[in-house]
């Protein structure tokens, strides 16, 4: 025999439900389009490393321009490549009930974490392309203008390697936020 429906608790069981928070719903929107404006930034700057790149095959007919080029062209492959695997998911983001909205935080906060990655490793890429330049410069002197090295070694390695470190600091923090939005998930889903 069906069990009767207990309209009372089911009532008071619905009334004790956590509304969806306006700030909430707006917080997540706002990180929504910012997520919009970081891939439009990035594609665009995937424009400019290509033009940088045609413009060091042309206008630097030796080793470094050769290099210059290969870098700059690599490098606006794997932003365009990351950029959309990590952008788009979010942006086409659309379940705003309550759990929803805690599924895109651990969404966004994952992306974040490989974000942070990737731009660590645009670093230790931008290093090891200084490092190219002094090998270029040992092996073939006039290749390399004393200027463009001291500019990049004394530079633009300590920028990167501070950037890194930030990077680094930032990337902890996250992953902090991310095993409590890990533990909200598991919390709701089992309880």
């Known amino acids: 025999m069906p069990q009767a429906i207990d309209f009372t608790e089911l009532t008071k069981s619905w009334q004790q439900q ?22 439009a930034a990035e594609l665009i700057a995937c424009s400019v490393m290509l033009a940088c790149a045609v413009a060091a095959w042309l206008l630097l007919p030796t080793w470094l ?13 794997v932003q365009a490549v990351l950029s959309w695997k990590l952008h788009l998911p979010l942006l086409a983001y659309a379940d705003w009930s309550s759990t929803g909205l805690l599924e895109f935080r651990l969404r966004n906060q994952q992306a974040s974490i490989r974000y942070l990655s990737y731009n660590q490793h645009s670093c230790v890429a931008l290093l090891f392309f200084i490092l190219l330049m002094w090998g270029l410069a040992w092996w073939q002197p006039d290749q390399v203008s004393e200027s463009l090295l001291d500019a990049y070694s004394l ?20 992953q902090t936020q991310l095993l409590h939005l890990q533990a909200l998930v598991a919390e709701l889903t089992t309880g």
Do not use: I, T
């Open 65 to 77: 321009g050769a290099l210059s080029a290969l870098f700059l062209a690599g490098g606006a492959l």
């Open 18 to 39: 956590q509304p969806l928070m306006e700030p909430d719903l707006a917080g997540v929107l706002q990180k929504q389009k910012k997520r919009r404006w970081l891939a």
């Open 155 to 174: 530079l633009v390695a300590p920028f990167c390697l501070a950037v890194w470190l930030w990077l680094a600091q930032k990337k902890r923090s996250a």
